[in-house]
């Protein structure tokens, strides 16, 4: 499997979406401002819009050599079907939810303190990084140190 | 009153707090740098959030710290686990790992890191003299020259950063153009791309986008990485060590150059600074077949290479506002975040500023060398820090060094965000380097185009009457021919019936 020819095709893809998007939006940006064209702040977009969709078809382009669409197209769902059996792609992603609740929720709505321990505590568990023990040991320690040195030490506000 | 201004830089640096900071940030960089998966940019991108709130000194000399720290330290890892601690140090490994098996791990920490600081004494020179020439010559500069700067600027990052697909590198920097639109334009107050969200409408933060590019990815990587066996640190003669780089003075001599020229060259960081110094070493050595086998002159040239790139790096943030590496694009937004407005004016504004970074640069390779020689005894046991431990906890300090910008929740998030473009744009092989370089270019650009096309009507035809702009138009058209293979596709065509 050609996977820098897939990565290449599927990020292609996508940029082509977005600088068509820009493009468009660039229009309607000047078209709300009126006045002279180039003087509108839809301007730079519109170029940028252009360059990135230029750009991603010749990437598109070079990714459709050896092969064609169908190859890569195959190659996708073969590709598709690795990473969802993968565990790697598990661990990362679970990791990456407990990073996103810490950072979206807890750390809105809890003293920094507390979530941040409640985080350390639970994605040292999930990764299975040390004894539950020693980690609720490191936790306590980290945060007491980080709101000792900031809090105390340099007057810095945290949450 | 250079001599005044350096004066008053040293003596600040000796003030017992602005002392220990060095001492710290010198140490938090040199343990980043050891440590595989931290880079200097992140580590720079972390400090600059977290030293938001210091005063502007104690805080310049923690950036200068961390940088030389964390670009020297990427050394030992190389040399004892093969593994570059940071990119820059990617081509120490090739000859320190071999020089490591042999038995000979600390004569190689040493040779490094002696090189290291001489490689940033030796930019030093360079900060101090080309900067001013190079600000005066930035003086002729209008809207057409800046915005062509700008562009320049990414396109050459995207092009020397891209592994082989220039294409990528571009995209990378439309990319970050395409962020710094995001907000109030600056000329019309506009609300672009903003979806009605007052957040959005003040534009996106630079640290946040930083942090979460360079520090997210590296972090989710961890979760899955196996830590890989360390070699033995052997203690080693700082006699000898002093002499083979003696021996090798004019090889450590042209990697400084190489470095320095490096560094300057926009958005090219500190590994590209390291390759060509071996390289160069290597081509004019009289066996090239022992480099990879554990020359000791590879890991000289290398370690020179990328660590006079560090001042390199610098020249063009001071005196152009363009950052010469990522890290040095970290800098710059540590620098305008801290007051000083770098760029032409520089030298008329604040002329203390480049004197007093001189000397900072000085005494933290300084710091570095008896640092770094210091902890080498224990590198093995920093390398052995369980990774799956130590970053959870660097990114409550990401969380943390984003907040405090402006204390806003929404800065997190944005962390967040860019956090997963940065692991995105990794998977796809596409350097973030360039990314970070236009987000940080976006509002120069922007503004000197419009700016440009208004007082000229619309018409391009000023551009052209510029010889700076002819110049810049030159290469910029250069590269777009020979990058995209052009003349092939022409050349193709043309021999068609």
């Known amino acids: 499997m050609q996977t820098n020819k897939l990565f290449d095709f599927m990020a292609s893809c996508v940029m082509i979406a977005l600088g068509i998007y820009v493009f468009f939006a660039g229009v309607a940006i000047n078209k709300d401002v009126g006045g002279i064209y180039y003087d509108g702040p839809g301007f730079l977009p519109i170029i940028l819009g252009v360059a990135l969709t230029g750009c991603s078809l010749l990437l598109l382009f070079a990714s459709l050599k050896d092969g064609g669409l169908d190859a890569r197209m195959a190659e996708m769902r073969v590709w598709g079907r690795e990473k969802a059996h993968s565990k790697d792609t598990a661990i990362s992603l679970i990791g990456m939810a407990i990073m996103f609740i810490y950072s979206f929720v807890l750390f809105k709505l809890l003293p920094f303190w507390i979530s941040s321990f409640i985080f350390l505590v639970g994605i040292m568990a999930y990764l299975k990084a040390t004894r539950l023990l020693r980690g609720l040991l490191i936790s306590a320690c980290t945060v007491a140190v980080i709101v000792v040195f900031f809090q105390v030490g340099f007057r810095v506000q945290l949450p | ?497």
């Open chain 2, 1 to 497: 009153m250079a001599l005044e201004y350096m004066l008053a830089a040293t003596a600040s640096v000796f003030q017992p707090f602005n002392l220990l900071v060095l001492i710290l940030a010198t140490l938090a960089g040199l343990i980043m740098g050891i440590l595989p998966g931290l880079s200097a940019t992140m580590a720079i991108a972390l400090l600059t959030g977290l030293t938001y709130g210091f005063p502007t000194g104690p805080a310049l000399i923690a950036l200068i710290g961390i940088y030389v720290g964390a670009i020297s330290g990427g050394c030992q890892s190389a040399i004892l686990l093969n593994i570059p601690g940071t990119p820059a140090s990617a081509a120490t490994a090739l000859d320190g790992f071999p020089m490591a098996k042999r038995g000979e791990a600390g004569h190689a920490i040493f040779l490094a890191v002696t090189v290291s600081a001489l490689g940033t004494l030796f930019s030093v020179i360079c900060v101090l003299t080309l900067t001013p020439l190079l600000t005066s010559f930035a003086l002729k500069f209008t809207s057409w020259e800046f915005f062509l700067l700008a562009i320049f600027g990414i396109m050459i990052c995207g092009s020397l950063t891209s592994n082989g697909n220039v294409l990528k590198g571009w995209i990378s920097g439309i990319l970050g153009l395409l962020v710094a639109m995001i907000g109030m334009d600056t000329v019309n107050a506009y609300p672009r791309f903003s979806f009605g969200n007052v957040n959005l409408m003040s534009g996106i933060q630079l640290i946040p986008v930083m942090i979460g590019l360079f520090g997210f990815p590296e972090i989710v990587q961890s979760f899955t990485q196996v830590d890989a066996k360390v070699l033995q640190m052997t203690s080693f003669r700082m006699k000898d060590g002093f002499r083979k780089v003696r021996k090798n003075w004019f090889a450590v001599v042209r990697s400084a150059l190489i470095g320095v020229g490096v560094g300057i060259i926009p958005g090219v960081g500190e590994d590209v600074g390291g390759w060509l110094s071996y390289w160069a070493s290597k081509s004019s050595s009289k066996d090239p077949d022992s480099f990879g086998k554990g020359n000791e002159l590879g890991v000289i040239s290398a370690e020179t290479g990328n660590n006079a790139c560090i001042g390199g790096a610098i020249i063009p943030v001071m005196s152009l506002a363009v950052p010469g590496s990522a890290p040095a694009a970290v800098l710059l937004a540590a620098f305008l975040m801290h007051g000083y407005r770098p760029g032409p004016l520089l030298m008329t504004e604040s002329p203390q500023f480049v004197y007093q970074i001189a000397i900072y640069l000085v005494f933290a390779a300084l710091a570095m060398w008896f640092l770094a020689l210091g902890i080498a005894k224990f590198s093995v046991k920093i390398l052995g820090i369980n990774k799956k431990i130590l970053m959870p906890i660097i990114y409550v300090l990401c969380v943390i060094g984003a907040f405090l910008i402006n204390h806003n929740d929404f800065d997190v998030r944005m962390m967040f965000i860019f956090g997963i473009v940065g692991l995105l744009l990794r998977a796809t092989s596409i350097p973030s380097a360039p990314f970070l370089l236009g987000v940080i270019l976006g509002p120069m650009a922007d503004s000197n185009l419009r700016r440009a096309l208004i007082i000229s009507n619309g018409s391009l035809t000023p551009m052209l009457a510029r010889p700076i702009c002819v110049v810049f138009l030159i290469v910029i058209a250069f590269m777009i021919i020979s990058q995209t293979g052009l003349p092939r596709l022409i050349k193709k065509l043309a021999g068609r019936p």
